[in-house]
Each structure stands twice: as C-alpha cells, then as structure tokens.
C-alpha cells in the first residue's frame, strides 16, 4: 500500500507517491504518466547493482520497452562532461520530445537527470524514483536540478518539476549506514524549519528511523514531503520564503566546497554542522535561546551525526580548515543579493526565517567556533 500527496503547481502538479515494495508496483504508475511505453533508466553503478532489477522487472512486466545508462556514483558525477555523455547517450537512443526518462538513485542521479532533461531537446519530462533518504525527503521534489562547477556546487542548473515521484522506503535497506544518516539532517531540518511537534517526534522515533524501522522511515518521508510540497507550492522558483529549505545550507555548502565535494563531508553531513552554526549564530545574535541550539546539537550528536569541524572521529576533523577561507566559499552561495548573503536564522526549533544582516565578521567567528 502506498500513500500519495500532491505537489500543487496547476498545470505542473505531480505526485509523490510513498510505500514499502513501490518498486514491484511501479510499473502501472510509470506507464500511466508515459505518452507511450517506451522510456530510458539512468542510474548510478551502486543503485544498478542493488535495485536496478527490481524496476526493469516491473516495467518489463508492464509492456514498457527500456534503455537503462549506469553512470559512475559519486557527487563528481554532477558534471558537465557527464551531463554531455547523457545527453549524447540519449540523442543516440532517439528519445523523442514525447517520451520521459527516469532518475533512479540519490540526488546525484536526480539533480543530473532532471537538468538533462530540463535541456534535451529544450525539455523532456521525467519521473523521480529517489532511493536515498536525502533524495526521498529533499532533492526528488521541487525541481532544482542541476550540475556543480569548480567554483561551487549546484551553480549550473534550472527549476525542472518531475511528472511523477515514486519512493520506495524499501530501497533504504541497501543504503551504507553513513548515507542513512546524511540522509536524516534533511529530515531534521522540517523540523528546525517550521515543525517543532516533528522535531519531538525526532527526538522520540530518530533511532528507529535510522536503525531501518520501515514505519518510522514512512512517517518521516511523509511528513518532511508533504512540509516540501507545501513550500515548493507557495514559491517554485525560490522567490522568498522556499531559501527556509536552506537552512544550514550556506555553511554546509562551504564546507562541501573546502573538501572538494569530496567523501571526507556528505551533503547531509554538511548541513547538519551547518544548522548547528545557524543555530549557533542565531544564538550569539541574540535572536535564539541557547537551550534550543543545544538541543539540536545533543539530538544530531545521538543520532551520530557531525556537529562540528574538529575533535570527533568523522574524517572532516582530519582536515585543516581557515575561517577566512570557508567565509570565501559563502560569497559563491546563490542566495546573494546586491552582494550580500541571506542566511536562515532562527528564533528557536521550528521558527526560521530570513535575514541578510549577517556580518561578515559573524560569519567567520561562527566556522571559528565549529573549529575550536
Ligand atoms: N533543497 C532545497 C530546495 O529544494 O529548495
């Protein structure tokens, strides 16, 4: 059994659909919203050798005739050379503008996927079929999509809304604990956001989520989707109020960006130390009782999360960092207006806002801190 809810951008509109054993139904879903039965996998190697068979198998029995590209995992993926051997690989499938391609995997494949999309032919549909928790609660929904530069991540890229997400809390099994984990910062981040009661029922299910409680693991992919869904509705194209998603994001981002979006820092990981610094941050502005940043920081720490640059086992405390230099990676962030950044703030759990009046000087002594 699955459960449903719709992202409402009237003639955008699209379905989430949730369920434990969603791949074994897939394949009417995917037909339903294809103009023929005809479409194209991409996935990366580590989804193709646990989960791939279990779509073809669907989509096969379904009458769907498929192509399916395996394309190396990693963020280093996001890339315009392999964003053109995609786009070359589906020119040479002769997909035509009526047909939909699907992204199977985390939000590498997804971001990739959807930006080629986004750009074949001047746009193609596709279907999201997100198997990491990160991609299941965040990136599978809302349609950012897009490749990382040299100078920063998700700097080339569109809006592009999927036709169909489908989530399959089963796929989390074959997920390594670590990206579990990166995963569920994004799911405690709807309740930092604008949900304190979910931030309670974090601190109570947490464990279960992580520990691969399938229950627990619908609930919160339920919840954090139907918080996105709301908030892509109101502000698609991140106008305003959406950049609350980003909570963390520019410190994370920075991080991400000081370690060459390497595996000593997952996204997730990254913006679990960076909501520890708004938090942190919110605090020393005056604006957030230091109770509730600590509270955040005791859950992340339980849950096993990084919460800081140093004195921890996690390999971002190997590395040498400079808050001056981290401050550099802030001023590439996309929230930059009239060159100043707008950073999430917060007044305590589930209240975040939007504030430019942020110094630099603040910012510095905030990555200083997560050194210390
Ligand atoms: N990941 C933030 C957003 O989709 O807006």
Avoid at 87 to 115: N, P, S, T
Avoid at 211 to 233: F, M, N, P, Y
Avoid at 251 to 274: K, N, Q, R, T
Wanted: aromatic letters at 6%; glycine letters at 8%; charged letters at 20%.
């Amino acid at each position: 059994m699955s459960q449903k809810i719709t992202v409402a951008l009237g003639r955008n509109s699209y379905d989430i659909h949730v369920g434990d054993g969603l791949l074994e139904q897939a394949g009417p879903l995917v037909a339903a919203c294809l103009n023929r039965p005809r479409t194209v996998i991409i996935t990366d190697e580590n989804v193709a050798r646990c989960q791939l068979p279990r779509l073809e198998k669907s989509l096969t029995q379904e009458g769907i005739a498929f192509d399916s590209i395996i394309l190396p995992a990693g963020e280093a993926t996001k890339s315009f050379q392999q964003l053109e051997n995609l786009l070359d690989q589906l020119l040479a499938l002769q997909l035509e503008r009526q047909d939909k391609i699907i992204a199977f995997g985390g939000g590498v494949i997804g971001d990739l996927v959807g930006f080629a999309a986004s750009i074949y032919q001047r746009g193609i549909g596709f279907i999201q079929i997100p198997t990491t928790l990160l991609s299941q609660v965040d990136s599978s929904v809302g349609g950012k999509c897009g490749i990382n530069t040299p100078r920063g991540k998700n700097l080339v890229g569109s809006f592009h809304q999927p036709d169909l997400v489908l989530t399959d809390v089963s796929t989390l099994d074959s997920l390594p604990k670590r990206q579990l984990l990166a995963g569920y910062a994004e799911v405690v981040k709807y309740g930092l956001i604008g949900d304190p009661a979910f931030f309670i029922w974090l601190e109570e299910n947490g464990q279960k989520i992580t520990a691969g409680d399938h229950d627990a693991q619908t609930e919160a992919i339920l919840v954090s989707c139907r918080a996105k869904a709301d908030v892509v509705a109101q502000d698609e194209k991140e106008k305003g109020q959406r950049a609350l998603l980003n909570l963390g994001h520019t410190f994370g981002h920075a991080l991400e960006a000081e370690v060459g979006y390497s595996d000593h820092l997952f996204h997730g990981e990254a913006v679990a130390i960076g909501m520890v610094m708004a938090f942190d941050l919110s605090v020393k502005m005056g604006l957030c009782p230091a109770e509730d940043a600590a509270k955040v920081r005791d859950h992340l720490t339980k849950i096993c999360l990084p919460t800081r640059l140093s004195k921890s086992n996690h390999p971002i405390s190997q590395v040498n960092m400079s808050a001056e230099k981290l401050f550099n990676h802030t001023l590439q962030d996309k929230k930059m207006a009239d060159g100043r950044v707008t950073y999430v703030l917060t007044s305590g759990i589930g209240q975040a806002f939007l504030s430019a009046d942020v110094t630099p000087e603040d910012i510095k002594h905030i990555f200083q801190m997560a050194m210390d």
